[in-house]
């Protein structure tokens, strides 16, 4: 039932004169998808520095809090203009997108990320004044650290893998990798 | 195509054939893994890079010494570049000869090594002691260029797969 839905809206964009154009482009099509890239260096990077302080492992003789808050705007910047280009990348191939269980798993992955995000900010905002000075922060932020490098490597994993074809529906792929992947169609 | 006189595609042949080039080829997920690695340090030096220049230029962690901004983020430096290069080798053995023939990884090849001689030669050495003795202009002139040389060395990469 969600597959079929998914599927609808997918061939329903493609059928958009605009999808086919934007996929068409070699320049159009490549300046978003470098965009894509290039942006992961300013989110990913700013989120490599903070985890990284917050493991102990980095600018340990300043505030935690400082380091986050301030390298917390360039990366907000860096995560919009990647998820817009994002959006542009399904919007030029929306029906095998749709069906890449590589796209699926990173779906999954950015929702987890999102959500060891927000955990992690309520907690350091929580009691952050009685650990902000020392240079390893507290266990359970250390976990959502770590987890969060975690995440975003299967996130650019995940996202790398969509080019390749393996597992694409056209395929003879198992039982299992056609209903993770929802193959309705080729 | 090569440095002057000398022809560097039996190098790029012999690169296909070795063993890193017949794994890379080999085995389409190792390589997959390979790239995945090599777009995570990217994002490490650009990471580290921006929140250098980005320092210098008075735009991130103004009330952080920049001195510490510079000194922490070059040893993350160092690591990613470590890595980059260490997956950029094993992704062009496997494609070697094509890449051979690729104008972008020309320009990749260039802008890198312009990229690593700037930061040991130039911005590491010029930036090891106190900034406050380092007149804001040259600090500033070294950000701006470091950004525009990791720029073009990231951007020419990307370009490869496109060419």
């Known amino acids: 039932m969600l597959n079929q839905v998914l599927l609808d809206f997918a061939e ?9 154009a934007l996929h068409e482009s070699y320049y159009m099509y490549n300046w978003v998808e470098s965009t894509h890239v290039l942006t992961l260096m300013i989110f990913l990077g700013m989120l490599f520095v903070i985890d ?13 809090s400082i380091v986050a808050r ?16 994002g959006l542009l990348l399904y919007y030029a191939v929306p029906v095998r997108t ?62 790398r893998l969509i080019a390749y074809d393996w597992y694409d529906c056209y395929r003879d792929n ?13 | 195509m090569g440095w002057g006189a000398v022809d560097l595609l039996p190098f790029f042949e012999w690169m296909e054939t070795n063993l890193l080039g017949q794994i890379g080829k080999s085995y389409g997920g190792v390589y997959a893994v390979g790239q995945s690695l090599h777009l995570m340090s990217l994002a ?68 890198l090594f312009v990229g690593i001689v700037f930061v040991f030669a130039i911005k590491r050495p010029l930036l090891r002691g106190k900034h406050s003795d380092i007149s804001p202009l040259v600090l500033r002139t070294v950000a701006v ?8 060395v990231a951007a020419t990469g990307r370009w490869i797969g496109f060419s």
């Open chain 1, 70 to 85: 301030r390298l917390n705007r360039p990366m907000v910047l860096g995560f919009s203009v990647m998820f817009i280009t």
């Open chain 2, 44 to 111: 490490m030096i650009g990471g580290t890079v921006l929140v250098t220049d980005l320092r210098l230029l008075n735009v991130v962690l103004r009330d952080v010494p920049s001195e510490v901004v510079v000194d922490n983020a070059h040893k993350w430096f160092k690591l990613a570049l470590t890595i980059i290069l260490a997956t950029g080798i094993f992704m062009a053995s496997a494609v070697a000869i094509r890449m051979y023939h690729n104008p972008f990884f020309w320009a990749k090849m260039f802008s």
């Open chain 1, 174 to 186: 198992s039982e299992l990798i056609a209903w993770a992947a929802g193959c309705m169609s080729e």
């Open chain 1, 98 to 159: 749709t069906q890449s269980i590589w796209f699926r798993i990173k779906f999954v992955l950015l929702i987890a990320a999102g959500l060891n995000a927000w955990l992690f900010h309520r907690r350091m905002n929580q009691a952050v004044a009685s650990w902000d000075n020392d240079p390893v922060a507290p266990k359970p932020l250390r976990y959502g650290a770590a987890l969060s490098l975690t995440l975003w490597a299967g996130v650019v994993t995940t996202g």
């Open chain 1, 12 to 20: 329903w964009l493609d059928s958009q004169s605009w999808s086919s």
């Open chain 1, 52 to 64: 990284l302080r917050m493991l102990g492992l980095t600018m340990t003789n300043i505030p935690a």
């Open chain 2, 145 to 152: 260029a470091s950004l525009m040389l990791w720029f073009t």
